[in-house]
């Protein structure tokens, strides 16, 4: 496979002259020949030249088509493992057609469309890698969000009210980062997920425990004010925050 940061043109000669081997290189050759022939006048040795020239393309393009069909095979496959199909599913469609298209060409023994559809194919799969790889970070970020909603449970006593949902919390986000480091993104989602729901129980019961606490408190302070001699003056006062609490 050429190296994937080369521009697409030069990734296309690199794996034409790797999968043409001898043969493209002979045709090079008889070109430059062919070109040096037709300056000098020499007609027939010029067509002599290229006529060589276009046998070996010839014999080269089914070789070409057949390592590029490998090669988008190949790219495809990455970007599934990448788990394109969840970010970048368009792209890995197209992919995917275009590999179809490109095997049916082949077939057809039409080598050079063969080979560009297979480029084409390889392209749109380099393409839904890169939009998938880059979904990595956004995942960190939303892990570490998690946890932080997790600590703020945690600090506000959250072991008294969500001991149970905080514990999923804990490691349902502890395998999400296990996973996203293994780049195994659909565990990373599904314990993303799992945790989500854990916070949302959390929350629920977070805001009935704070209640419940401003009512305690409430009524703590309700009947210290009783048992003061400030109930003569409040009487009616405290009577109607007795019936409200």
Excluded at 57 to 68: C, E, K, M, V
Excluded at 194 to 213: I, M, P, S, V
Aim: no cysteine; proline share 2%; glycine share 4%.
């Amino acid at each position: 496979r050429a190296p994937a940061g080369l521009p697409p043109a030069r990734r296309r000669r690199a794996r034409a002259a790797r999968s043409a081997g001898a043969s493209l290189t002979q045709a090079e050759t008889a070109i430059d020949a062919s070109i040096q022939k037709l300056e000098a006048n020499d007609l027939a040795g010029g067509y002599d030249s290229m006529q060589q020239a276009k046998q070996l393309l010839d014999a080269s393009l089914p070789r070409i088509a057949t390592a590029q069909l490998t090669s988008a095979q190949r790219a495809i496959a990455q970007a599934q493992r990448a788990s394109a199909d969840i970010f970048a599913q368009a792209d890995l469609n197209k992919a995917n057609a275009d590999l179809q298209t490109a095997r049916t060409l082949n077939t057809d023994k039409k080598f050079l469309e063969s080979a560009k559809k297979g480029e084409e194919a390889e392209d749109a799969a380099l393409k839904a890698e890169q939009t998938a790889v880059a979904q990595v970070p956004t995942l960190q970020t939303k892990i570490a969000a998690l946890r932080d909603k997790m600590n703020e449970h945690k600090m506000q006593g959250g072991d008294e009210y969500a001991r149970e949902d905080l514990a999923v919390m804990d490691s349902s986000l502890t395998a999400a980062t296990t996973s996203l480091q293994g780049r195994r993104i659909p565990q990373t989602l599904q314990s993303i997920t799992k945790a989500e729901e854990a916070l949302k129980n959390a929350d629920q019961k977070g805001r009935k425990y704070l209640l419940n606490k401003k009512i305690i408190e409430t009524e703590q302070t309700y009947a210290s004010l009783r048992n003061t001699e400030t109930e003569t003056y409040f009487a009616n006062d405290l009577t109607r925050i007795g019936t409200t609490i």
